[in-house]
């Protein structure tokens, strides 16, 4: 549906560039959020003071005494130009988001393009899922994986910064209260994230999975040396594996 509004806007806009002039028509383009990369000066994008990322300088920022799915703010972060699919979690501190990204926009990441992604899609033209094995199975517990899936990149510090600051601005008007809103677009954190929001969807308190999900928020956003488990096999449950 998302790229449906993205092929018909073009189209659109396409048309109205014989209206207008070539350099207006470029700055539109530009200065809309169909474009994350071209940095213009005067962007409304990245007007205002930085709003993502470690921005309050406090110690301890990743020691959360509690965290909440938001479905709302995920639904949001998700319908943004750019973005596939958003996990949003709510603590006493902070929000933290889990992106996938989809080509609805051009320039979400910074450097690299599509090297730096950890995706192959190129067995959806053979009918796989695994173009390296053949296999046609995938783990659909997980919402992101190295074959046939939406877009993840390994470090998000790769993640384009009017991207970033897009989302952070919708974060922020839902959830005025939070003092940093941390952003990653990475395969492994966007697995955990999911399964702490089905634990959620399911009606199950997340209360269990502080310290498990402190861990994880440590290792993305400051250099923690641990990564927690699963979470199916922190409860000793059996998962399909891709």
Same mark, same amino acid.
């Given at each position: 549906? *998302?790229?449906?509004?993205? !092929?018909? !806007?073009?189209?659109?806009? /396409? ?25 213009? *000066? ?50 006493? *501190? ?5 992106? /996938? /990204? ?6 979400? !990441? ?62 922020? *008007? !839902? ?68």
């Amino acid at each position: 549906m *998302k790229q449906a509004r993205y !092929l018909i !806007l073009l189209t659109a806009l /396409t048309l109205s560039a014989t209206v207008i002039n070539g350099c207006n028509y470029q700055r539109y383009v530009q200065n809309s959020t169909y474009d994350y990369g071209s940095n213009n *000066k005067g962007d409304p994008k990245m007007l205002g003071s930085r709003m993502y990322g470690s921005v309050s300088g406090l110690p301890g920022q990743h020691d959360n005494a509690w965290f909440e799915y938001s479905p709302m703010i995920s639904n949001n972060v998700s319908n943004i130009n750019g973005v596939a699919g958003a996990i949003v979690m709510l603590t006493d *501190k902070n929000a933290y988001v889990a992106i /996938t /990204t989809d080509w609805t926009a051009v320039g979400t !990441l910074k450097s690299g393009g599509r090297g730096t992604r950890q995706q192959d899609n190129s067995g959806s033209t053979q009918g796989v899922y695994n173009n390296d094995t053949g296999s046609p199975y995938w783990n659909n517990q997980r919402v992101a994986a190295p074959y046939n899936s939406n877009f993840t990149v390994n470090d998000h510090n790769q993640i384009s910064g009017e991207l970033k600051q897009t989302i952070a601005v919708h974060v922020r *008007k !839902l959830a005025p209260a939070v003092q940093e809103v941390h952003i990653s677009a990475n395969m492994d954190f966007n697995n955990h994230m999911i399964q702490y929001a089905q634990e959620a969807w399911a009606g199950h308190s997340l209360k269990p999975w502080v310290s498990s999900f402190n861990k994880l928020v440590q290792h993305q956003f400051a250099g923690g040396n641990e990564v927690p488990q699963p979470l199916e096999v922190q409860q000793g449950r059996a998962v399909f594996r891709k």
